[in-house]
């Protein structure tokens, strides 16, 4: 055998190795993620259907908060900064992700459900995947560099687990760690995590909520025999998607702003999730309906705004995405559990519904942009988002997909929610920004990165 055709047999035989080795390592820590997650969802359901046949629990959303305040300052030190933590671990290795992370956020996320906070799920999902997969990163005895491999993978996995959408969930894990940047490292091992998260969380007999995109029959144009898509509608998308970025940023900046004015003005700090609690309790009676409470997946009565209705004509009111957006940062910026993400959903899809009205456009495919882009835009992950709008959509609209999360994308700002996210090549193209916009990234990070070191010397000492 020629000696190139030997070393190329290697090479694939080394690759064809480490895909089998990784492929084992992760099976067992996506099957433990998916079934930690369809533990989850089966609780996050209950706890909302039950809040929904006792409306009364929804006063003692105050004292829930301080339940929680009080869980974390006592067993979660460590662990109070969530997915942020995963992804500061993955880029610098620290102190490591705490085990206890998963149990925390599990129930605190199922009791700010039950009392009625408007939070998410791919928070606690996200979290209960890094944590586990620290678990095993310390049993499989993995060095540094596979520690942050499998740290990806469990992000992939809570992901792709708790919405149903395995590829989403894959590039989602690579995609969010650093703005511009995509390493493939950890590309096949988050792959398999995010199916395996899947398969299993079907396997335990939980399912997912389904979404149908009416057929969108193109216009005759003075363009329809060169282009196989509608011009004016695609135009129409463009625009929407526009304010899809920008809800996108009016989140992010509301989620940190209202933390940031609660922990400057207010004390003691357990005070702060108590006032959130009275404040949602205050907007609900105010609004005269529970329709922006807890998930927003499921219905309370016939006629509430959620997801699934803002699919439909009249689905959803004018500003149901603004109070949407109130109720979720005054929930979560006050220190109550749970994810963004189906928050962004509802924005989204609430906010399509009213500018296909506006626009005269199909109410659903603006739902299902809506969806998606507020998503791609509030996260920095319009690849992910766009592979989203496949796996729960369908492909025919992919085109409109993506022009929907790229568009969000560029007009939702520099930062996004996750603060621990790094900025390597900026959204905005001007040399003199791009250097300034990397310069001031860069010494933000340095900082944080700084009083993340001494905390965790700080902490070391103490044990």
Same mark, same amino acid.
């Given at each position: 055998?020629?000696?190139?055709?030997?070393?190329?047999?290697?090479?694939?035989?080394?690759?064809?190795?480490?895909?089998?080795?990784?492929?084992?390592?992760?099976?067992?820590?996506?099957?433990?993620?998916?079934?930690?997650?369809?533990?989850?969802?089966?609780?996050?359901?209950?706890?909302?259907?039950?809040?929904?046949?006792?409306?009364?629990?929804?006063?003692?959303?105050?004292?829930?908060?301080?339940?929680?305040?009080?869980?974390?300052?006592?067993?979660?030190?460590?662990?109070?900064?969530?997915?942020?933590?995963?992804?500061?671990?993955?880029?610098?290795?620290?102190?490591?992700?705490?085990?206890?992370?998963?149990?925390?956020?599990?129930?605190?996320?199922?009791?700010?459900?039950?009392?009625?906070?408007?939070?998410?799920?791919?928070?606690?999902?996200?979290?209960?995947?890094?944590?586990?997969?620290?678990?095993?990163?310390?049993?499989?005895?993995?060095?540094?560099?596979?520690?942050?491999?499998?740290?990806?993978?469990?992000?992939?996995?809570?992901?792709?687990?708790?919405?149903?959408?395995?590829?989403?969930?894959?590039?989602?894990?690579?995609?969010?760690?650093?703005?511009?940047? +995509?390493?493939?490292?950890?590309?096949?091992?988050?792959?398999?995590?995010?199916?395996?998260?899947?398969?299993?969380?079907?396997?335990?007999?939980?399912?997912?909520?389904?979404?149908?995109?009416?057929?969108?029959?193109?216009?005759?144009?003075?363009?329809?025999?060169?282009?196989?898509?509608?011009?004016?509608?695609?135009?129409?998308? +463009?625009?929407?998607?526009?304010?899809?970025?920008?809800?996108?940023?009016?989140?992010?900046?509301?989620?940190?702003?209202?933390?940031?004015?609660?922990?400057?003005?207010?004390?003691?700090?357990?005070?702060?999730?108590?006032?959130?609690?009275?404040?949602?309790?205050?907007?609900?009676?105010?609004?005269?309906?529970?329709?922006?409470?807890?998930?927003?997946?499921?219905?309370?009565?016939?006629?509430?705004?959620?997801?699934?209705?803002?699919?439909?004509?009249?689905?959803?009111?004018?500003?149901?995405?603004?109070?949407?957006? +109130?109720?979720?940062?005054?929930?979560?910026?006050?220190?109550?559990?749970?994810?963004?993400?189906?928050?962004?959903?509802?924005?989204?899809?609430?906010?399509?519904?009213?500018?296909?009205?506006?626009?005269?456009?199909?109410?659903?495919?603006?739902?299902?942009?809506?969806?998606?882009?507020?998503?791609?835009?509030?996260?920095?992950?319009?690849?992910?988002?766009?592979?989203?709008?496949?796996?729960?959509?369908?492909?025919?609209?992919?085109?409109?997909?993506?022009?929907?999360?790229?568009?969000?994308?560029?007009?939702?700002?520099?930062?996004?929610?996750?603060?621990?996210?790094?900025?390597?090549?900026?959204?905005?193209?001007?040399?003199?920004?791009?250097?300034?916009?990397?310069?001031?990234?860069?010494?933000?990070?340095?900082?944080?990165?700084?009083?993340?070191?001494?905390?965790?010397? +700080?902490?070391?000492?103490?044990?």
């Amino acid at each position: 055998m020629p000696v190139s055709e030997h070393l190329s047999v290697k090479k694939h035989f080394t690759v064809f190795k480490h895909l089998v080795r990784w492929t084992v390592i992760i099976l067992p820590v996506a099957f433990v993620i998916g079934s930690l997650v369809a533990l989850f969802l089966w609780l996050l359901t209950w706890a909302i259907h039950f809040r929904f046949a006792h409306p009364w629990l929804l006063y003692l959303l105050p004292l829930a908060g301080i339940a929680i305040y009080f869980a974390y300052n006592l067993y979660g030190k460590n662990a109070e900064k969530g997915n942020n933590l995963i992804i500061d671990e993955i880029h610098e290795a620290g102190g490591g992700v705490p085990k206890r992370m998963t149990p925390l956020v599990l129930l605190t996320t199922v009791v700010t459900h039950l009392f009625g906070g408007s939070a998410g799920r791919e928070g606690t999902a996200v979290q209960m995947g890094g944590s586990i997969a620290q678990v095993f990163s310390y049993w499989f005895k993995l060095n540094e560099v596979d520690t942050r491999v499998i740290l990806t993978a469990g992000i992939a996995a809570g992901f792709g687990a708790v919405f149903g959408t395995p590829l989403a969930g894959a590039i989602f894990a690579i995609e969010v760690l650093t703005l511009g940047r +995509i390493q493939y490292t950890s590309l096949i091992p988050c792959l398999v995590a995010g199916i395996i998260g899947d398969i299993t969380v079907s396997g335990w007999g939980i399912h997912h909520t389904v979404y149908h995109i009416v057929i969108v029959k193109a216009n005759a144009l003075l363009f329809a025999p060169y282009m196989r898509i509608d011009l004016g509608l695609l135009i129409k998308i +463009i625009i929407a998607s526009v304010a899809f970025g920008l809800a996108s940023m009016l989140f992010e900046k509301a989620v940190h702003g209202v933390k940031k004015v609660f922990n400057k003005y207010i004390y003691p700090k357990w005070a702060i999730p108590a006032i959130g609690g009275l404040i949602i309790i205050a907007l609900t009676f105010a609004i005269g309906k529970p329709d922006y409470l807890s998930l927003g997946v499921d219905a309370e009565y016939h006629g509430a705004v959620t997801i699934p209705s803002a699919f439909n004509a009249g689905g959803a009111d004018t500003w149901s995405w603004l109070w949407k957006t +109130i109720y979720t940062t005054i929930t979560l910026g006050s220190g109550f559990k749970g994810g963004e993400v189906t928050p962004l959903f509802y924005i989204g899809a609430t906010l399509g519904n009213t500018l296909s009205g506006l626009m005269n456009a199909p109410v659903s495919l603006f739902a299902a942009l809506g969806f998606i882009a507020v998503f791609a835009g509030a996260t920095n992950t319009p690849l992910a988002s766009t592979f989203m709008g496949v796996e729960l959509f369908g492909s025919e609209y992919a085109l409109f997909f993506a022009v929907a999360c790229f568009t969000a994308y560029f007009f939702s700002g520099e930062s996004g929610i996750y603060s621990a996210q790094r900025i390597a090549i900026p959204k905005i193209f001007d040399d003199n920004l791009q250097v300034e916009s990397i310069a001031e990234a860069e010494q933000k990070r340095q900082k944080y990165m700084g009083r993340r070191l001494a905390k965790y010397r +700080i902490s070391k000492k103490k044990k």
